[in-house]
């Protein structure tokens, strides 16, 4: 069996983040984007690891929204028998 690659390794580890963590980890690399003055290849990294965090905080989101919609459905089902 072969090992995932560093980038596949960060995107595991990186999706098991809550949404606070990856909300925060977002925030403080806009902050060290907006702030600082780094190099193209650093600031190139930071923009791949906030498009992977987006992309965590967005399937959480959705995640959440489709278990709720689905709980209003159960308790609104409840109501009208």
């Given at each position: 069996m072969t090992e995932p690659?560093?980038?596949?390794?960060?995107?595991?580890i990186m999706s098991n983040l809550s949404?606070?963590?990856?909300?925060k980890r977002l925030a403080e690399i806009a902050r060290s984007i907006e702030s600082?003055?780094?190099s193209v290849?650093?600031?190139a990294d930071k923009v791949k690891e906030a498009a992977?965090?987006?992309e965590?905080?967005?399937t959480k989101l959705r995640s959440t929204e489709t278990e709720v919609n689905k709980i209003i459905a159960q308790m609104s089902k409840g109501e009208a028998t």
């Open positions: 690659s560093k980038q596949n390794r960060k995107f595991i949404y606070e963590e990856a909300y600082e003055n780094i290849d650093v600031l992977s965090l987006i965590i905080c967005q």
